[in-house]
């Protein structure tokens, strides 16, 4: 039985995805949990499946080509079946965007089309090399993939990556080409303005060294200050929900749920899983949930549906000594909080007393478009309050 892999819809929200690189190539023997091709959409590059045991016998939407969801990229039949005629031939590459099933014919005879591939020392080279044997003209006997065709392709295909004047260029791809067009997109469409404040930490920063022993304890996590952050704003959100909005077709979307965004820095850019209804959880639950998307996004397990549904984003860059920036808004959200670095610093209290606090850098980014300055200025002067008074978590003692 001969079956049509489509474009899958990784989510709500997607309608077209990129096909990055094919894992398998035209001939080789599948089985369903075989990684089939790497696929890339607006949110992340994500493997996708074979889901059916068989030969890959066609591959037709070719790497690097944006297509919609549903789209026909490749068809796996049985190990003796013929190809259904109507992908035989070039015209037909064009196949109309739906998704069913095809049943094929038997077929009895030899499978010509995998004796032209070459031999199995050959494929195995080609495997080894990830190259799709599709793209090679064999320069054998009846036009047969030799070791040598193999070898020219390499050559050529190395030239992608070049040197000149001893300056490497390589092409922006993959995760990092996803975070170019979404914040390339943001800054096009945003009226971005940016908020900065300081906040005394002292309470915040007692509590930790109280209950850091406790939290290792019993979640084997090393606590951390952004874990304080994340609550605070899941509790300051609840009281603003004019700032937990999203822009949705020229209209305002006030969401029903609070669900955080934690920026996470990976080896080829950006990662911004989601912490859900993050204002229903406790706050252990809410260090375990950043500890465990954090860990998926550095390892490379975070799913399709980690990164949906974010209504606000935290991004913390105190750890590498900045005091201020202006995060990119994360669309579809209308505000990002940018967290800087504690510094302690001299404060004058009253009857001209001084004391040195720890103090933290806060830079809230919202779109003028939805969010006057006064209700973010509103929104983050509690925040600050939140920060100074965290009684709530005293019960974790």
């Keep these: 039985m001969a079956t049509e892999i489509v474009m899958p819809k990784l989510g709500l929200t997607m309608l077209e995805g990129i096909i990055l690189k094919w894992k398998k190539s035209e001939g080789d023997l599948i089985k369903k949990t075989d990684i089939l091709y790497e696929i890339e959409t607006d ?3 994500t493997e996708v499946e074979a889901g059916v045991d068989g030969i890959l ?3 037709i939407v070719k790497e690097g080509i944006k297509e919609p969801v549903g789209t026909i990229v490749a068809i796996i039949t049985d190990i003796d079946e013929e190809i259904p005629d109507k992908f035989n031939n070039d015209r037909d590459l064009e196949i109309p965007k739906k998704l069913k099933t095809i049943y094929g014919k038997e077929n009895n005879g030899i499978n010509i089309y995998k004796k032209k ?4 020392a050959v494929r195995k080279l ?3 090399n990830n190259i799709d044997l599709k793209f090679i003209s064999g320069s054998g006997p009846a036009g047969r993939i030799i070791k040598e065709d193999i070898v020219n392709y390499i050559k050529q295909k190395n030239k992608k990556i070049f040197i000149k004047k001893q300056e490497k ?5 993959g995760i990092r080409k996803i975070v170019s067009d979404r914040v390339s997109k943001s800054s096009r469409e945003t009226a971005s303005v940016t908020l900065m404040v300081e906040s005394d930490f002292s309470k915040i920063k007692n509590l930790k060294e109280k209950i850091k022993l406790i939290i290792g304890r019993e979640l084997k996590i090393k606590l951390s200050y952004t874990d304080f952050i994340i609550w605070a704003v899941s509790q300051t959100l609840e009281r603003h929900p004019n700032i937990n909005v999203s822009f949705e077709n020229n209209n305002i979307r006030f969401n029903s749920n609070i669900n955080l965004g934690i920026a996470v820095d990976i080896k080829d850019g950006l990662l911004v899983p989601v912490i859900k209804n993050a204002n229903k959880k406790t706050f252990v639950e809410l260090v375990k949930a950043r500890f465990e ?3 998926k996004a550095r390892n490379g397990d975070v799913c399709f549906d980690d990164l949906q549904d974010n209504t606000f984003t935290i991004t913390n860059m105190g750890m590498l000594g900045i005091d201020y920036f202006t995060p990119i808004i994360n669309l579809p959200e209308v505000a990002t909080l940018g967290v800087g670095s504690i510094k302690d610093k001299i404060i004058v209290e009253k009857h001209n007393n001084f004391s040195i606090k720890p103090i933290i850098h806060l830079s809230l980014t919202f779109d003028h478009r ?3 300055g006064v209700p973010a200025a509103r929104f983050l002067r509690d925040l600050i309050d939140t920060i100074n008074n965290p009684e709530k978590l005293e019960e974790i003692q």
Excluded at 117 to 120: A, F, K, N, Y
Excluded at 169 to 173: C, L
């Design 370 to 372: 939805l969010i006057d």
């Design 169 to 173: 260029y390589i092409p922006i791809k």
């Design 43 to 45: 949110k992340v590059v």
């Design 293 to 295: 998307l954090v860990e």
């Design 126 to 128: 080609a495997m080894e």
């Design 57 to 59: 016998k066609k591959i």
């Design 117 to 120: 591939l070459g031999s199995p």
